[in-house]
């Protein structure tokens, strides 16, 4: 695989510095029924990597010690690790609000069953990954039969009471663009989201978040395979790179997801987001720093570390973990 990395990290990014943190991101390994050609975290069914209840306990200690309110439960697919329903019970115990990301289709893969149900007893506020209401764009994604198993595991969650107004079980779902664009205005693209996917299969959501395709991992190697000669393999992934900073807004960088939320990898190690942790970029002046070294520390005012793929989150409307910044 082409090293991305080195292509990333010089960059003249402005500087920030991270506010209140409000929220911990964990990342509980990379398994998943899924290769995604989107992916930033080049998740799939082979990974081995799986967070322990060790790590998850520290976690939850890291929260307490913070005053962190929200947990933001994220993979692969994390109702694929052994200990995920340990830590949904844990957090919500702890007061937290738990938030899962969820790969819709692992909601209808044999011996994932329970999942759905899970969820709702628990009230998890769902953010469920269809990256287009259309069929063929699904699955030139996610793969063959993916869109169908999405449908079905959605339309069960729709069954639960998820996505339906006053019921208090949030179902919010993500749309990313199929190749190196930025994704349309959130707010019509909802709109027709909705419309479709109500008239076609009479289902029902929340809100819509539109995010960027970061240019790493599995989607920046995506960029190089789509040059056919050796010269070009470059070229698509550095015009992309250019796309997303021609479409800097400078106002975004006051509403940019790191500035109140950390990423905690399946070791237990801590990252300004989940896109720095794929890239094994450490907090800002240091080297890797575990959570067990930091429940005491102060994080507020401190540098959040910055390069290339920060443009994809303040260019054009945004791009957080909830969806477009304006």
Known sequence: ??????????????????DR???????????CNLSCTHCHVNAGPKRTELMSRETMEIALQFAEKQQIKQLDVTGGSPEMN??????????KQQGLHVIGRCNPTILVEPGYEWAADFLAEHQIEIIASLPCYLESNVD????KGAFAASIKALKKLNALGYGHVGSGLVLNLVF????PSLPPPQQQLEVDYRKYLLEHFDMQFNQLFALVNMPIQRFGAVLFGKGKQHEQQSQVFDQYLQLLKNAYQPENLD???CKSLVSVDWQGYVYDCDFNQMLEMPL????????KDLLGQ?????KISVAEHCFGCTAGQGSSCAGALT
């Open 176 to 179: 990313n663009p199929q190749g």
């Open 298 to 302: 102060d994080l507020e005012a401190a």
């Open 284 to 291: 800002a002046g240091g080297t890797q720093v575990h959570l």
């Open 255 to 257: 509403r940019v997801m």
């Open 1 to 18: 695989m082409y090293n991305v990395k080195s292509l990333l990290l010089n960059s003249h990014f402005p500087q920030i510095r991270r």
């Open 21 to 31: 943190l409000t929220t911990l991101q964990m990342n509980l390994g990379y398994l």
């Open 140 to 143: 030139a994604q996610r793969g």
């Open 82 to 91: 052994p200990e995920f329903r340990w830590l949904v019970q844990a957090a």
